[in-house]
């Protein structure tokens, strides 16, 4: 690969935009980890949500952690055109998948928030799948060094 890859401005529109969309989940995740249970009260209604919330487990909320800090890492890195930004999206993706094993598969997600809020967790996961075939793509493509 040379210095003078030319790299088309979608490579940058969609880097761009995987980087925002990331930093929404850093912020969703800041806010989940920083509520007191007052507030965690004010959002779920329900005993069932505030119970199921109140109890995910550490392992869990750490994987949250690891998705949402890779997915922002792996953005910055290919807005540098770095290949670690692939390695960063699989890290990111391992988390996803780990904290929705536990809210939807070992804990009672589904239950606690209802079917409805699957829909999210679906969307992040297809994301994060898309951002590790792109990464990857780009490495084929001579974009990322």
């Known amino acids: 690969m040379s210095e003078s890859t030319k790299v088309p401005v979608s490579f940058w529109v969609v880097s761009g935009a995987a980087l925002v969309w990331n930093l929404f989940g850093l912020l969703a995740y800041y806010l989940r980890v920083s509520a007191t249970p007052e507030i965690l009260a004010e959002m779920y209604k329900t005993e069932a949500e505030l119970a199921f919330?109140?109890?995910?487990?550490?392992?869990?909320?750490?994987?949250?952690?690891?998705?949402?800090?890779?997915?922002?890492l792996g953005c910055l890195l290919l807005l540098l055109r770095k290949k670690a930004a692939k390695m960063l999206f699989i890290a990111s993706l391992a988390g996803i998948l780990a904290q929705n094993a536990y809210g939807f598969i070992l804990g009672d997600g589904i239950g606690a928030l209802g079917v409805g809020a699957i829909v999210l967790p679906i969307v992040v996961i297809v994301v994060a799948i898309a951002l590790v075939i792109f990464s990857a793509r780009a490495i084929e493509k001579g974009w990322l060094k």
């Open 53 to 72: 919330m109140t109890s995910i487990p550490a392992w869990a909320t750490g994987a949250q952690g690891l998705a949402v800090t890779a997915g922002v």
